[in-house]
């Protein structure tokens, strides 16, 4: 007996659920919303996590892509969805994970409501070789180097100019937030990508 086809929940442009339907719709069907997570990971060193998705990926194969990225599981929380993701595709687990921005992708093949989050780890990284073909952690410099040379996936590219932009921006970081250690990160991916400047 086959097994189940995945359900999404489809969503307004307000991200208020309205229904569900199957993957092989939502992929195909730009009016069917549906909610995606990113997680970026970062190494104490500030340099990022990237996969290189499969050759058998129906979208984008063998691009270098985010670190972390998946559809939220019908009536799955953001939150709840980039801790599995995260365990998922790299065996990352006790991760402190910081919330960064929503933000919405609109093309031809999907629309997507997705909200980014931000790790530091320096955990040994297990992927799955069915679905990614490999990781290594870039530079900062070798991401900007490597811009617009059909290298990374398109949705990667505008992710980077998403991270840019909040980190030029003036974050302060609550007393006692859970943060990301050692200290908090952000200044020095701040200097790291040059957003200070």
């Not at 050759?55 to 019908?74: C, F, M, N, Y």
């Not at 998922?88 to 093309?107: A, D």
């Not at 996936?153 to 937030?177: C, I, S, Y």
Request: hydrophobic share 35%; glycine share 6%; proline share 6%.
């Amino acid at each position: 007996m086959p097994a189940m086809e995945e359900l999404f929940d489809v969503v307004t442009e307000d991200d208020v659920v309205i229904g569900q339907a199957p993957r092989s719709l939502c992929h195909g069907d730009p009016t069917l919303i549906h909610r995606a997570v990113h997680v970026l990971v970062f190494n104490p060193d500030g340099e990022i996590l990237l996969q290189k998705r499969s050759p058998a990926k129906d979208i984008q194969p063998s691009k270098w892509d985010t670190s972390v990225g998946g559809h939220l599981e019908r009536g799955e929380s953001y939150h709840s969805a980039a801790y599995r993701e995260m365990a998922e595709e790299l065996g990352l687990v006790e991760q402190t994970l910081r919330f960064l921005y929503h933000s919405k992708i609109r093309n031809r093949i999907e629309s997507e409501n997705i909200a980014t989050y931000l790790t530091v780890t320096d955990q040994a990284i297990q992927y799955d070789p069915d679905e990614i073909s490999s990781v290594r952690f870039w530079t900062c410099d070798e991401i900007e180097n490597s811009l617009g040379r059909k290298i990374f996936t398109p949705n990667f590219e505008e992710e980077w100019r998403m991270l840019k932009a909040f980190l030029q921006k003036d974050h302060v970081v609550p007393e006692g937030d859970e943060g990301l250690h050692p200290g908090d990160c952000l200044p020095i991916l701040r200097q790291k990508l040059g957003a200070d400047a």
